[in-house]
């Protein structure tokens, strides 16, 4: 696997009151294909981040109204802008004040007056480390949906597999129950039939047997034959799988 080019649209900001300074990093980095911008102070430095955030960040620590450590802890706090390299560049050349600089979460730290094959080194250095970085994370969202993707094919496996299950349940129940079902609706048509030797109180309970017996033949057949995973709470907090017949059936309608 080939190395990303760091400097394919890499944008520079630079932070920098000398502009001597500042003209020489700009020329260097641009002789190696880095967009540059240039402010003198960390207002202004501020201002062309939230304006558009560069891929890198020069920072000189002493600046007109202040600190660049400042500029720098600021960004770090920041979860929108925390991921911007920054390489400060500063005179101090004690062990603390490089220590200090990389506490704040600084990327790296130059020391003036710098070498330009050094400096080209450190910038080319951390637009790789960040170029891979966002590789990284583009092959974690591609992961991530396939992952997706993967659980909802399994779960419409699962689905698949259980109405399967279920309409070879029907099928044994189906069978089981439409012998005796058939022998209770034949005996109520036939009492019906002879409705007038009956009291009314017995034929009501001969109609609800024979709507009940429909309403029975219906679940089973819709058992058998179900194609959709819908459920239904029959009990408050217990989703199941939804076996209501239509209000025809409820109405007594159909024959056995």
């Not at 080019?5 to 000398?18: F, G, K, N, S």
């Not at 706090?77 to 005179?91: E, G, H």
């Not at 007038?196 to 001969?206: A, G, H, I, P, T």
Request: glycine residues 6%; proline residues 5%.
């Amino acid at each position: 696997m080939t190395d990303p080019d760091p400097a394919v649209a890499a944008r520079i900001l630079i932070v920098e009151d000398d502009p001597v300074q500042a003209t020489l990093i700009s020329e260097l980095l641009a002789a190696r294909g880095y967009a540059t911008t240039w402010k003198r102070t960390l207002s202004e430095g501020a201002g062309a981040i939230r304006a558009e955030a560069p891929d890198l960040l020069l920072l000189d620590r002493i600046l007109p109204d202040g600190d660049g450590i400042t500029l720098c802890r600021e960004l770090k706090a920041d979860p929108a802008l925390l991921a911007i390299p920054v390489i400060l560049l500063t005179a101090r050349d004690q062990v603390a004040d490089r220590v200090e600089g990389l506490l704040v979460g600084a990327d790296d730290y130059i020391s003036k007056p710098f070498h330009a094959e050094e400096l080209l080194a450190r910038v080319h250095g951390c637009l790789r480390t960040l170029s891979l970085q966002r590789e990284l994370q583009v092959k974690a969202e591609e992961l991530e949906e396939k992952n997706q993707a993967l659980v909802a094919a399994q779960a419409r496996l699962v689905r698949s597999e259980r109405l399967a299950a279920i309409g070879e349940i029907g099928l044994a129940i189906r069978h089981e129950i439409n012998n005796p079902l058939g022998t209770i609706l034949g005996f109520t048509e036939l009492l019906l039939s002879q409705a007038e030797d009956l009291s009314q109180d017995v034929q009501r309970k001969l109609e609800a047997i024979r709507r009940a017996s429909l309403r029975i033949r219906d679940v089973v057949r819709r058992l058998e034959g179900l194609r959709k995973d819908r459920t239904v709470e029959y009990v408050p907090g217990m989703p199941m799988t939804d076996l209501r017949v239509d209000g025809s059936v409820e109405a007594g309608e159909g024959t056995p």
